[in-house]
């Protein structure tokens, strides 16, 4: 089945203590993209990456680092989690940029206290 | 820069009554646009998209959305609202940016359907 996981889908954790959210994708995309979302404020791109070691920041990079060493996953790292990056969080893929739908992951629920 | 304008936070309609959910968008070069939907605790499901072809662009479920350049605008409609449409409808889109791709969601418009 083609998908996008993600793990974990539920995550506490204090603040300053490293964290990685993995994203996996099975469909051969190129693209792949973070997004945090939040009440109000709908999704907002953390970053992206448009093939394997190219990535690039989208509107709310600060805090989080990610790595596409593989076409298939793009983990996001929180090396210093704050309370402020308390959000759901959502893996993307597609095909290409643009005019490409975008698949999603079930997202990741962090907490960080 | 590329912005995305959902004018309405929420939206109420009774059922059997038509939809209509507005977006208004920016974008410096030739955008692509979105619509997508989310119901309550679910990820996100493509409705429809434009991409520079036909300006009437149907989707699922029976929705619709019209691209009209000179309004910067590309509503999402439906004609007849079913209770199943409750959601979290998002207007998206993608273009171009300096030195990228960015991908921009509007924040939201929440649909009631009121039986």
């Known amino acids: 089945e083609a998908q996008v996981t993600q793990n974990p889908r539920y995550l506490i954790t204090v603040t300053g203590k490293k964290l990685t959210v993995t994203c996996s994708q099975n469909?051969?995309?190129?693209?792949m993209s973070w997004y945090r979302q939040d009440p109000g404020l709908g999704l907002r791109q953390i970053y992206y990456?448009?093939?394997?070691?190219?990535?690039d920041k989208g509107d709310v990079p600060e805090g989080y680092k990610v790595s596409r060493k593989e076409k298939r996953n793009f983990p996001l790292i929180l090396e210093s989690p704050s309370p402020n990056q308390t959000s759901l969080y959502f893996c993307?893929?597609?095909?290409?940029?643009?005019?490409?739908?975008?698949?999603f992951g079930p997202g990741t629920r962090l907490t960080v206290t | 820069a590329q912005s995305v304008t959902q004018l309405d936070s929420h939206v109420s309609v009774s059922e059997g009554t038509p939809v209509l959910l507005r977006c208004n968008y920016s974008?410096?070069?030739?955008?692509?646009l979105f619509w997508y939907v989310q119901h309550p605790n679910k990820g996100l499901q493509l409705l429809l998209k434009?991409?520079?072809?036909?300006?009437l662009v149907k989707g699922i479920n029976g929705f619709e959305a019209e691209f009209k350049k000179s309004e910067t605008s590309f509503h999402l409609t439906k004609p007849s609202a079913h209770m199943s449409d409750a959601a979290e409808y998002f207007c998206?889109?993608?273009?171009?940016?300096?030195?990228?791709?960015?991908?921009?969601f509007g924040a939201g418009t929440r649909l009631f359907v009121k039986a």
């Open positions: 469909m051969n995309h190129e693209y």
């Open positions: 974008s410096s070069y030739s955008p692509s």
């Open positions: 993307a893929s597609s095909f290409g940029t643009s005019g490409y739908e975008q698949y």
């Open positions: 434009y991409t520079s072809a036909a300006t």
């Open positions: 998206v889109v993608s273009d171009r940016d300096t030195g990228g791709f960015k991908t921009i």
């Open positions: 990456s448009m093939n394997v070691e190219v990535t």
